[in-house]
C-alpha cells in the first residue's frame, strides 16, 4: 500500500515536468523561471501573447504580467495589452521613456520596493499611462514627485521615499484620487498642492518634516494623518469645512495649548482624535459626537470637564467611549465625580 502511494507521487511530479519540455502551453506552472528561455526574449506563445523572458504572464489571464521579486536591475519590455503590472520588490533604479511606451493600457502599475531615482524617471513616461488608477511606488529613492502623472489615478502610494516639497503642479487635476500615501519622507513644505483633489478621502502625511498643516486640506476627506512631524501650532478653523472628517491624527508633534486656537477641536462629525506625545497642558474643547480621545504622554495638569460638555442634560452628554490620559500630571482622583453624567458612555478611562 505505502510503496503504491509512493509510485503514484513520483510519477505525478515527473509527468509534468516531461510535458513542459514540449510546447505545453502551461509549462509556465511548472517552470516559471525558466520557461520563457526556449523561445527567446520577447515571443509570442500559444495563449496569451508577447511575454519579456524574465517575467510570468499567465495564460489565463493574459492582462497581467508578474516580475515581481526577481532581482531584476533594468524595466523589461512592457506589452501593449497589459492592464496590470507587478514589478515591485526589485532593484530598478530607472524607467526610460522607451519602458512604458506600449503599455498604454496600464490600470495598475506596482512597482513599491525598486531603488527608484528620479533622475531615473523620465520626463514623459507616465503621459501615455491615460487609464492608470493604482500607482504604487512606496519604498524607493524618489526626491519628487514624478512629472505628468496620469489624472486618472485614484490611488497613489509614494511614501518611504525622500521627497522633500510636494508642488500644486504634482497633483494638478487628480480628481479621482481618493488615496494619498505620502508619509515617511522628508517634506518640509506642500504650499496648496491638496487643494485640488476633489475625491481624497485618505491623506496620510505623518513622518514628514511639516513645521505646519498643509495650507488647503480637500473638503472630502474623511481621514487625516499628520503624526510625527514638527507641528507647534494650528490654523484657525483649520476642521471647519471638513464635513466629512471622522479620523484625525495629530501624535508626537509639538502642540502646545498656545498653539490651538479655541474649539479648533468642536467639530461635529469627528471620531477619533489622537494628540498624544505634544506638549499640552489642558484638556482641548471637543465635540460630544467624538468616541475616541488621546491625549496620553502630554502635560496635562487637570481634568476640565467643559472641555467635554458646556451643559449637561438628558440629550446633552458627550459619547465619549475611550479617553486615554496617562503619562500626564494628573490621577484618577483629579477626576470629579459629576463626570460620570458627562461621560457615561466612557467604557475606559485610562489616567
Ligand atoms: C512599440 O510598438 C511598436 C509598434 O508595434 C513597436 O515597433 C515597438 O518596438 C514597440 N516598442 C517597445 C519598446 O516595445
Ligand atoms: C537607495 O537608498 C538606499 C538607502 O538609502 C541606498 O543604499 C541605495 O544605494 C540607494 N540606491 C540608489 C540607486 O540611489
Ligand atoms: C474619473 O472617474 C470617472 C468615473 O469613473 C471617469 O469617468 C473619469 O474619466 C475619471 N477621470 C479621469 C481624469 O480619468
Ligand atoms: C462646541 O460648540 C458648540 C456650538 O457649536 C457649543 O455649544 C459647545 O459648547 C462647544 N463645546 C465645548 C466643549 O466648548
Ligand atoms: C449645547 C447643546 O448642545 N444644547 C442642546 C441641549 O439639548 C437641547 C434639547 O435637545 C438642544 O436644543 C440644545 O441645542
Known amino acids: ?24 502551453p502551461l509549462g509556465w506552472l511548472f517552470h516559471p523561471q525558466s520557461y520563457g528561455r526556449y523561445f527567446g526574449s520577447l515571443q509570442a506563445d500559444a495563449a496569451g501573447g508577447a511575454c519579456p523572458e524574465e517575467c510570468d504572464c499567465p495564460p489565463s489571464y493574459p492582462v497581467a504580467m508578474y516580475c515581481d521579486g526577481r532581482g531584476l536591475t533594468v524595466m523589461p519590455t512592457i506589452p501593449s495589452r497589459i492592464k496590470y503590472l507587478y514589478i515591485q520588490n526589485n532593484a530598478i533604479t530607472a524607467v526610460p521613456e522607451s519602458a512604458l511606451q506600449n503599455a498604454t493600457n496600464l490600470v495598475w502599475l506596482m512597482m513599491h520596493h525598486n531603488q527608484l531615482t528620479s533622475s531615473g524617471i523620465g520626463e514623459k513616461i507616465f503621459m501615455k499611462l491615460e487609464g492608470l488608477e493604482r500607482l504604487y511606488l512606496q519604498h524607493n529613492n524618489l526626491t519628487s514627485i514624478p512629472p505628468n502623472l496620469p489624472r486618472s489615478l485614484r490611488d497613489l502610494r509614494i511614501n518611504h521615499n525622500k521627497i522633500e516639497k510636494v508642488t500644486p503642479a504634482d497633483l494638478e487635476g487628480m480628481d479621482n484620487l481618493t488615496i494619498l500615501y505620502l508619509h515617511d519622507n522628508a517634506v518640509t513644505d506642500m504650499s496648496t498642492s491638496l487643494k485640488a483633489l476633489k475625491s481624497l478621502t ?3 502625511i505623518s513622518g514628514n518634516k511639516l513645521t505646519k498643516v498643509p495650507d488647503a486640506l480637500p473638503a472630502d476627506l474623511h481621514q487625516l494623518y499628520i503624526e ?9 478653523g483649520f476642521l471647519g469645512g471638513l464635513a466629512q472628517l471622522q479620523y484625525v491624527r495629530l501624535a508626537h508633534n509639538e502642540l502646545t495649548d498656545k498653539g490651538i486656537p479655541s474649539n479648533t477641536f468642536n467639530v461635529t462629525g469627528l471620531v477619533e482624535l489622537d494628540l498624544s506625545f505634544n506638549k499640552l497642558e489642558r484638556i482641548p474643547p471637543v465635540s460630544t459626537t467624538l468616541q475616541h480621545l488621546y491625549l496620553q504622554a502630554n502635560q496635562i495638569k487637570e481634568f476640565t470637564l467643559g472641555s467635554f460638555c458646556s451643559i449637561v442634560d438628558v440629550t446633552n452628554f458627550s459619547k465619549l ?27 475606559s478611562i485610562d489616567v
Not at 500500500?1 to 505545453?24: E, K, N, T, Y
Open 1 to 24: 500500500m505505502a510503496v503504491r502511494f509512493g509510485i503514484a507521487v513520483v510519477l505525478s511530479v515527473l509527468l509534468p515536468l516531461c510535458l513542459s519540455h514540449g510546447r505545453d
Open 202 to 204: 485618505l491623506l496620510d
Open 228 to 236: 510625527y512631524n514638527s507641528i507647534a501650532s494650528l490654523p484657525e
Open 321 to 347: 467611549r475611550m479617553l486615554r490620559l496617562e503619562g500626564n500630571e494628573i490621577s484618577r482622583e483629579d477626576i470629579p465625580s459629576d463626570s460620570a453624567l458627562c461621560l457615561r458612555q466612557a467604557s
